[in-house]
């Protein structure tokens, strides 16, 4: 349990405020529900590639966000971060961002837990602080594998962020530290988690401590089109091999995260130009299976009801009782629904990957 009797998740995955992503996050049944603790980064205001310039206006963004939080995620904690928000942008009524959806979210009953990061302005800092100290959700601190370089001082950054969140001591307060993209070398990124973690200041303090990691990659344009593909997950092989020596763990009760099927850099691409392909992205214990079509524009949608058909046969396919995902690809390779567009296949790959992954981490967790 965490030190002041709250919910202890046991993983956290990182989601990038799809509307596939919320939707995946409300299919999910009461059992996995409660293994969770998401951890949702707030989308930056879109661009309008025609007219370039904003899409709409910053109230406008941010006002509809809590009442998604609440529909997707209503019952349990949540992380919530905007990585995009320096501070320079206010809200008409002078607010910063992060103070306006906190108030939305407390109004709400969403609770959501802040996250802040060194690099965030004293005002989101302030937002933060206070609305902790209102709601009693309590804070997390995201550190990434730059805060621990040598030129850093990472003991005096976290004494500043502290006294910016009017907080004493780090008892009420979760750690998540980002590895993100690990890239090709796993005995790299074993070196360097653990290299990490012996630099973490006051490690029983904190009340919950998260590692996070992802290796998903940025798009799918080095696969090919009409081929099916095997991708590492490299986040869980390095998960296994950090648990193979749990006294170099900071914590016996560390969290896994990750970022589901994506990846920590979002591409902005002028939907003009883009060309999206049909694909299925499907966990399995050890890899990613891509079923790539081609071009949506020039093949359209119905593409899916063969990939789903493929998908079924494979041995991987773990039958349609699995999760909401898995009955939705078992219905569209019967052609009983479907074909679905992007956010539809946002929703089936990231409803499929946390019920696989809460699966693996219980096992593990078991077994250790």
Known sequence: MAKNGSEQPIYVPVLKGKEGEYAALEALPPEVRAGLMPLIEISDVPYDYANEGSAKSLDQHVSGIAD??????????????LPWFEGEERLSDGRVALEAVLADCAIRGVRAVPVVSRKKSADYLKAAGS????????????LVVADFEEDVDLE??????????????ISSIDLVLDLEDLGPDAGRALLVARSIFSMIPSKDKWQRIVLVAASFPEDLSDVDAS??????RREWDLWKALQKRPGLLPRRDLIFGDYGIANPVTKELDPRTMRMSASIRYTTPKNWLVLKGRNVRQFGFDQYFELCKLLVKRPEYRGAPFSWADRYISDCAEGMTGPGNATTWRKVGTNHHITMVAEQVASLRHVV
């Open 68 to 81: 998604r939080l609440r529909k997707c995620w209503n019952d349990r904690l949540l992380y919530l971060d």
């Open 131 to 142: 609305y902790s100290a209102s709601t009693r959700v309590g804070i997390c601190i995201r």
């Open 156 to 169: 005096a950054e976290l004494s500043r962020l502290l006294s910016e969140l009017r907080k004493t001591d």
């Open 227 to 232: 081929t099916l593909t095997t991708l590492p």
